[in-house]
Every structure is written in C-alpha cells, then in structure tokens.
T-cell receptor
Framework: KQEVTQIPAALSVPEGENLVLNCSFTDSAIYNLQWFRQDPGKGLTSLLLIQSSQREQTSGRLNASLDKSSGRSTLYIAASQPGDSATYLCAVSTYFGNEKLTFGTGTRLTIIP | GAGVSQSPRYKVAKRGQDVALRCDPISGHVSLFWYQQALGQGPEFLTYFQNEAQLDKSGLPSDRFFAERPEGSVSTLKIQRTQQEDSAVYLC?????????????FGNGTRLTVT
C-alpha cells in the first residue's frame, strides 16, 4: 500500500527567505506526483504536476523536483511572501489506469512578515 | 460555472440520519472524484467516475456510503444512517480528462458534523 509522508508537519519562516518542503512515498511505481495548496476552509489548488518521466516542473517562484527511484519530491519556494502561508500537500497516483491519488498529511507553512 | 461547486457548505446531522452531498463539476469535465478529509489529515480517496460510470469505489468505507452521477455531470454522495466517525470534510474534484494526465480542480468541500 502506497504511503506518503511530509516532513515537517509545520514550518515558520521570515518573509523573503527561500524554503523547501519535502515529500516521500514508499512505492516508486507512480504515474505522477502533484503538489497542492490548501487555504483554511477551502479546497485544494493544484500547483504543479510532475509526470513520472520528468525530473522537475517550475511555475513562477515554485519549483518541484521528483526522484522516483528514491521515492522523494521537494517543493522549493523562492522569496517567500505572507500570501504563501497555507498547507501544502503532495499526492501521488499509481501507475496508469488507477486514477486515485494518495495524499500526504501536509506541511502547514507560515510566512512571518 | 467557473469552478467546482459543492453544496451544502456545512451540514449538521444527528446520528442515524441520512445526508446527501452535491457536487457540480466544471462543465465538460469527464472525471469526477470524491475524497474524505478528516481534521488535520490529507484527503482520502472515496470513489471515481468517468462520465456516468463509477469506475472505482474501493475507498467507500462502508455500504452506508453511496455515490452516483446519473447524467455524467452533477454527482451526489449519500451517507445513510450517519455515524460520528463520518464527521469530516467531503471534497469533490473534477478534471477534463483522465486525472493522471491533467490537474484536479477541487471544490471547497462540505463539512459534515454528526452529533
């Protein structure tokens, strides 16, 4: 059974700093990995999707990397802003044909102005 | 609509009552998912539709949970004889095609509290 772990559970950093969030998964037979953001009382917003054949994806100040063989992904946020405060979740899908995502428990990020 | 819409936003039910949660996906989206999110946890998969066909219901926790999408658009998640452990946020998500090839768009969820 696929298990997804995110460490740390919570993180506080001063505004302007660069930071890295970590995600690990136990079964490397994934089809893709997605990073989501969740604001309190809201649904999830997809940030980046990395196919298993890719190594990284970038969107603005966000960069996500994937090392499938070691079962790890990182989300890099550059020049953090207070608006980045949210819970960040990673999720993996198993090999093609299985549509469901397995989520981690998330990292609650607080950017201190 | 502009996004995935879920109703009601909040639902309080007494133990033993039946509830129905509605999801309006983005127009034209083929895939539709239901997830359950307990407090402080990540979402957990419940069921998946492709158009009107329910292709995977392996995540439904018991036979008290039932989902349908009869015309391939709006979906309803029904929970019969609610129990306290059913208290959670129920999230609906849709995608244009097979979700493994395109990002999911989530609704804001329905927070169910069973008293």
């Amino acid at each position: 059974k696929q298990e997804v772990t995110q460490i740390p559970a919570a993180l506080s950093v001063p505004e302007g700093e660069n930071l890295v969030l970590n995600c690990s998964f136990t079964d490397s037979a994934i089809y893709n990995l997605q990073w989501f953001r969740q604001d309190p009382g809201k649904g999830l917003t997809s940030l980046l999707l990395i196919q298993s054949s890719q190594r990284e994806q970038t969107s603005g100040r966000l960069n996500a990397s994937l090392d499938k063989s070691s079962g790890r992904s990182t989300l890099y946020i550059a020049a953090s802003q207070p608006g980045d405060s949210a819970t960040y979740l990673c999720a993996v899908s198993t090999y093609f044909g299985n549509e469901k995502l397995t989520f981690g428990t998330g990292t609650r990020l607080t950017i201190i102005p | 609509g502009a996004g995935v819409s879920q109703s009601p936003r909040y639902k309080v039910a007494k133990r033993g009552q039946d509830v129905a949660l509605r999801c309006d996906p983005i127009s034209g989206h083929v895939s539709l998912f239901w997830y359950q999110q307990a407090l402080g946890q990540g979402p957990e998969f419940l069921t998946y539709f492709q158009n009107e066909a329910q292709l995977d219901k392996s995540g439904l926790p018991s036979d008290r949970f039932f989902a349908e999408r009869p015309e391939g658009s709006v979906s309803t998640l029904k929970i019969q004889r609610t129990q306290q452990e059913d208290s959670a946020v129920y999230l609906c998500a849709s995608s244009f095609r097979q979700a493994t090839n395109s990002p999911l768009h989530f609704g804001n969820g329905t927070r169910l509290t069973v008293t």
